[in-house]
């Protein structure tokens, strides 16, 4: 019996299958947009001037609708017909190839497709070998209006590529390059021919590091249209010191981990009245007041990063804060020197009334000149606080007293207890996200409480005992103390769960018989179940 079950199942898919071939045969003539005819008299579409929809859309409109998807999206259409493949390889501006040696004999269709690429990037991996000259002027001929590059660990490329690809490129905008072997003269060809060149971004060029006495480097006709340098690890760096002075419109300067005494580069900027720079981040370099002081002749300056400079000390700040009076940026990675503390701070305090966003890490500021910051600057909306000796309860308070507008609040490694965030609690009126992070006073119901009170807060805790419990957590290192201000909603979409309001409810009911700032047990644990069930929510990152 079971057998002549399944025999007419059989029997009942394949009459299925065949009417529904039937059917997809008789449909096929016509566009899904047009089938409202009966299936007894779909005949050709051509025969009855009907046409597809999206047939009779231009290929500018097609491209627009292509522009509009991601890249995987991009690829998927190309299958459809020979036309989206045509239309979508037209169209994509912004192209990433592997710049492997066995990319070379496909160029030529590749970029028959693709040829209108402005935007390319070349990258190869540590293990192979990458692309050669013969690659990169090829590749120059058939982009001629390509207006970004960038080169990652292309090591078989030398000058003589890099200047054939200058000369074919000439609108190039901005040129990125890591981990390369070209040196001076193929950076000197593209400064020579790229007059359009606003952004410079130099990583390990290993050109310049084997030379003895590199080239100097610049400034080249590319001086007068550059608006960004950043230079990273470069054992030579200095020999871009002709393009740094020619710069005259250049408005961001990035030096990391870049070898040699740079006041002296620094000083003669100043002399050359370089007032259009508004971003300079320093890391690892080696600068000391000096420089500071012929940095601070820059009057335009808005963002400033000394991350690990040791030798800059409050004497070097209080020159910047007395000259740069449009500060909105200021981070500093003190790195337990001690050298920049409370002087420091409140000179920015007194000149810098638009600041904005504030990062100290290893510095030890007091009551004195948070409490002057916080009074001093009403735009102060991000604070960030790390690895801070001094920091502590009373500072916490002064800051949820007197800083009105701030919005986003980082406290890492600081001796900070739950009463800082009870203080937190009844203050800071804008308050949008709170981050506390290896704060060995703050007990998780320190971070309910806060959750409880602050309902629109984002609170993201993590407490040292939460750390040992994670094996996934690091002590130190660089990367740990970036700190970042990407936007917040005012309330995060992620909810607890139900073992988690049990756990809630007990810490806060020990938190409120050390605080007393709640009464009655079931009234703590009522409203953590009514927390926990969504009604408040925090993110945990």
Request: proline share 4%; aromatic share 4%.
């Amino acid at each position: 019996m079971g057998q002549a079950a399944s025999t007419a199942a059989v029997a009942n898919r394949r009459e299925r299958n065949t009417n529904t071939a039937k059917t997809s045969r008789s449909t096929s003539l016509v566009s899904p947009m047009n089938a409202t005819e009966e299936d007894d008299d779909v005949i050709d579409p051509v025969d009855r001037g009907i046409s597809d929809y999206i047939s009779d859309l231009p290929d500018e409109c097609l491209a627009i609708v292509f522009q509009s998807l991601s890249p995987g999206d991009r690829n998927q259409c190309s299958l459809v017909c020979r036309r989206w493949l045509v239309v979508e390889g037209q169209s994509r501006q912004r192209l990433s190839l592997s710049a492997k040696l066995d990319l070379l004999p496909v160029i030529p269709s590749l970029f028959n497709r693709f040829d209108s690429v402005t935007k390319l990037a070349l990258k190869c991996d540590r293990r192979s070998e990458s692309i050669r000259d013969e690659a990169l002027v090829i590749i120059s001929e058939r982009c001629p209006n390509l207006t970004r590059l960038k080169l990652r660990a292309c090591r078989e490329l030398t000058d003589v590529g890099m200047e054939t690809f200058a000369k074919n490129c000439r609108g190039l905008k901005k040129l990125s390059c890591g981990s390369c072997t070209f040196g001076s003269r193929g950076m000197n060809a593209v400064l020579d021919n790229c007059a359009a060149l606003e952004e410079l971004s130099v990583k390990r060029l290993r050109g310049i590091a084997e030379t003895a006495v590199a080239e100097p480097i610049g400034p080249g006709v590319a001086a007068a249209s550059l608006k960004t340098i950043c230079l990273k690890e470069l054992y030579n760096g200095q020999c871009f010191g002709s393009l740094i002075l020619g710069a005259k419109n250049l408005k961001t300067l990035k030096l990391f981990r870049c070898s040699g005494d740079w006041d002296t580069l620094f000083t003669l900027m100043a002399e050359r009245v370089t007032s259009m720079i508004v971003d300079v981040h320093f890391e690892r370099l080696q600068i000391s007041d000096i420089g500071l002081q012929a940095i601070s002749h820059c009057s335009n300056l808005e963002i400033l990063h000394l991350v690990k400079t040791p030798e800059c000390t409050d004497l070097g700040l209080v020159a910047i804060a007395e000259r740069c009076k449009l500060l909105r940026k200021l981070h500093i990675d003190g790195w337990k020197a001690n050298r920049i503390g409370d002087e420091g701070l409140i000179a920015v305090a007194k000149f810098c009334p638009n600041l904005q966003e504030l990062v100290l890490i290893g510095v030890n500021p007091t009551k004195a000149s948070l409490e002057m910051l916080a009074s001093n600057c009403p735009n102060l909306e991000r604070l960030a606080l790390c690895s801070s000796d001094t920091v502590g309860d009373p500072e916490i308070s002064c800051i949820a007293a007197k800083c009105l507008a701030l919005k986003k609040l980082c406290i890492k490694g600081c001796p900070v207890s739950d009463h800082g965030m009870e203080a937190l609690a009844n203050g800071c009126p804008n308050l949008v996200k709170v981050k506390v992070k290896k704060c060995k006073g703050v007990t998780p119901e320190g971070g309910d409480w806060l959750r409880l009170t602050r309902g629109s807060v984002a609170v993201n805790l993590d407490t040292v005992e939460a750390e040992l419990q994670d094996a996934s957590a690091s002590d130190g290192g660089a990367q740990d103390n970036v700190i970042e201000f990407p936007p917040m909603p005012v309330c995060a979409a992620a909810s607890t769960s139900g073992n988690t309001a049990s756990r809630s409810t007990a810490r806060s009911a020990s938190f409120k018989q050390r605080l007393g700032l709640l009464s009655g047990r079931k009234i703590v644990a009522s409203t953590l179940r009514r927390w926990s069930g969504g009604s408040t929510s925090a993110r945990h990152g």
